[in-house]
């Protein structure tokens, strides 16, 4: 399976501040996700990031929010923007296997905002 | 859209015993169907998933199996051992590429 990563691996931030989350995988993939996991909860899909167009998003979650970028097959960032507590969770990455629907996740990011 | 439903939300066992969780989905167009496991500080971890064409699948001490007609799919474990114990969450898709939809997750814990 793919090798993810996440950066930073957790983060303290004030709110009113934005943080940039980093997904590297080792390996071209065509399909890359960022989930959102607040505390004690499930997995929420945010959007949907193929390289080359603009981002899918799932409802209740917007681009001025959490802009993404997939500049190319093995990297993409989520950005959370103008933060308030509320956006204290864990953000994680996955990517697809090629096989169809299976994911594979990354390690997370986990956000703390004051 | 489709929605998911998991119990039980929390499962002590008995080292050596098995443990079972069940799931139900709504959309009768799902045909896949993962397990993810997540032990604390990591991310979620592909254990086993199931397609719609297929009625059972086993991997070592995991099977999970599918009731397409009654819309729910089950994780078994067999000979629980303290390394099992973390949280599980089921999911499904309709969608070709993405879009899963996770259960609430079942925190199993397994005492030695």
């Known amino acids: 399976s793919a090798v993810i990563s996440q950066k930073p691996s957790r983060d303290i931030c004030q709110r009113g501040t934005s943080l940039t989350i980093q997904c590297q995988v080792d390996s071209q993939v065509t399909m890359m996700f960022w989930y959102r996991q607040q505390p004690g909860q499930s997995l929420t899909l945010i959007a949907t990031a193929n390289q080359g167009s603009e981002a899918t998003y799932e409802s209740g979650f917007v681009i001025d929010k959490f802009p993404i970028s997939r500049p190319n097959l093995t990297f993409s960032t989520l950005t959370v923007s103008n933060m308030s507590p509320e956006d204290s969770s864990i953000y994680l990455c996955?990517?697809?296997?090629?096989?169809?629907?299976?994911?594979?996740f990354g390690p997370g990011t986990r956000l703390t905002v004051l | 859209g489709e929605n998911v439903e998991q119990h039980p939300s929390t499962l002590s066992v008995q080292e050596g015993d098995s443990a079972v969780i069940k799931c139900t989905y709504s959309?009768?167009?799902?045909?896949?169907f993962p397990w993810y496991k997540q032990e604390l500080g990591k991310g979620p971890q592909l254990i086993i998933d199931i397609r719609s064409n297929v009625g059972e699948k086993k991997d070592q001490r995991i099977a999970v199996t599918l009731n397409k007609t009654a819309k729910h799919f089950s994780l078994h474990i067999t000979e629980t051992q303290p390394e099992d114990s973390a949280v599980y969450f089921c999911a499904a898709s309709t969608d070709s590429w993405g879009k899963l939809q996770f259960g609430a997750g079942t925190q199993v814990v397994v005492t030695p």
């Open positions: 996955s990517v697809d296997s090629g096989r169809v629907n299976e994911q594979f």
């Open positions: 959309d009768s167009a799902s045909n896949y």
